[in-house]
């Protein structure tokens, strides 16, 4: 089993989780991919998906983040986000929320191709959470 | 010569205006420690973007085709000016500096032949150059019924700038803002947003050789650096308003000190002045009383 490393979720606002974990799952622009300690260093952009982090303590941590990049390195794994949610927090109305923002932004006229990207797939994980949401 | 009781109402109006003032010098402290906690937490954030950024740059400063956020439109015909100002006076010199530093720039850029144009971010700002240049104002964003600074305000101006840039409506973007360097020492800043001023400028061929072997980027350097570019902007603004947010509760506790001791000296010397006077009065009436007992 590899060791751990250095995980931080940071906000523009404030720093949201720094804990040492054994792996991570991070949506990467081109497709989602696990960190484990000792990873090749990447700098990646991230669309908006679910970070799973699996604490070293045991147990996992997934955590809506919509859209942002990370820069991995062989200890540490930092993901820059604007908005972060916590899954496990989050309720069927926080979602319904979202979900409308994430509407609006289709439905408005001058969004452009990447935001309109953007707001789509952002729709597609909130109506797969709002399924698993209590 | 005042009456008695008109100095006695002055005193007791100088007295309110103090307990006012000091009241509001105890809010703009509570505030200030939160404004400060808030752009404490903002740092890492920003420093992380700027390490980045500063390498992504190292790599793509080398090849053409750059984004004109980082290289420029290749001319400077027209600036924009971000003045971030509060939405509130009573604070000092605050807004009246960073009018003053944005008002100077302007001056300098107009004599040069440049077009000027303006984004006022906050009441003050708008209002203290809306003389000289109320024409060049081009947009005015309204923070007043903001409680606590998001990263969306600082994003929705973001986004604004974008597309005016994007619509060729300027080529240089400067942010003037007030740095915050002690509660009594407040900086009036100007800082280039666009193009980015990033920390690293171009690097030897030895080190970006390296860092090309270091990194690997997704999708490709150049996706990441139009993309990080463009959230920069926002991040930037971000600081500089809770730079300002703090800077303009620091001005106003100190304007609010001086304000409140200079009401307590007032006092001292208006009480001075109507017990003397109230002793003169005395004295008079005694005299009266005792001439007028000696003359019988």
Known sequence: MAGTFKFELVSPERVL?????????????????TVLAGHAPVISTLRPGVIESKPSGGGVTRIFIDGGFCEVTPTSLTVLAEKAHDIAAMDKKTIAVQVMAAEAVLHSSDATDEQLRAAHIAIGHLKWLDSQAN | M????????????????????????????????????????????????????GSLNKRVTNKDGASPLLVGTG??????????????????????????????????????????????????????????????????????????????????????????????????????????KSVIAQKPTALQLIPAKLPEEKATGATATSAEAVNEYEPSEEA??????KRNIST??????????????GARMSAMDNATRNAGDMINKLTIKF??????????????????????
Do not use: W
Not at chain 1, 17 to 33: I, K, Q, R
Not at chain 2, 141 to 151: A, H
């Open chain 1, 17 to 33: 989780v720094s804990a040492d974990v054994e792996e991570v799952l991070v949506p990467g622009e081109d497709g989602d991919f």
């Open chain 2, 2 to 53: 005042a009456s008695l009781k008109d100095m006695r109402v002055r005193i007791a109006s100088v007295k309110a205006t103090r307990k006012i003032t000091k009241a509001m010098q105890m809010v703009a402290a509570a505030k200030l420690r939160r404004a400060q906690d808030a752009a404490q937490a903002a740092r890492p954030y920003a420093e992380r973007m700027d390490k980045v950024l």
């Open chain 2, 75 to 180: 001319k400077d015909q027209t600036h924009l000016l971000v003045v971030m100002t509060a939405e509130r006076g009573l604070c000092g010199g605050f807004n009246g500096n960073i009018a003053k530093l944005a008002r100077a720039d302007a001056n300098r850029l107009t004599r040069e032949g440049k077009t000027v144009k303006i984004v006022a971010v906050g009441k003050k700002g708008a209002d203290n150059l809306r003389r000289d240049f109320g024409k060049n104002i081009i947009d005015r964003v309204d923070l007043k019924s903001v409680k606590n600074l998001g990263f969306v305000n600082a994003e929705s101006i973001g986004d604004k700038l974008l597309a005016l840039f994007e619509a060729g409506e300027f080529d240089i973007a400067t942010m003037y803002f007030s740095e915050f």
């Open chain 2, 224 to 229: 990441i650096l139009g993309f990080l570019l």
């Open chain 2, 236 to 249: 930037q603004l971000f600081r500089g308003l809770l730079e300002n947010a703090a800077s303009e509760q």
């Open chain 2, 275 to 296: 017990n003397r006077q109230r002793q003169a009065n005395i004295t008079r009436e005694l005299i009266e009383i005792i001439s007028g007992a000696e003359a019988l």
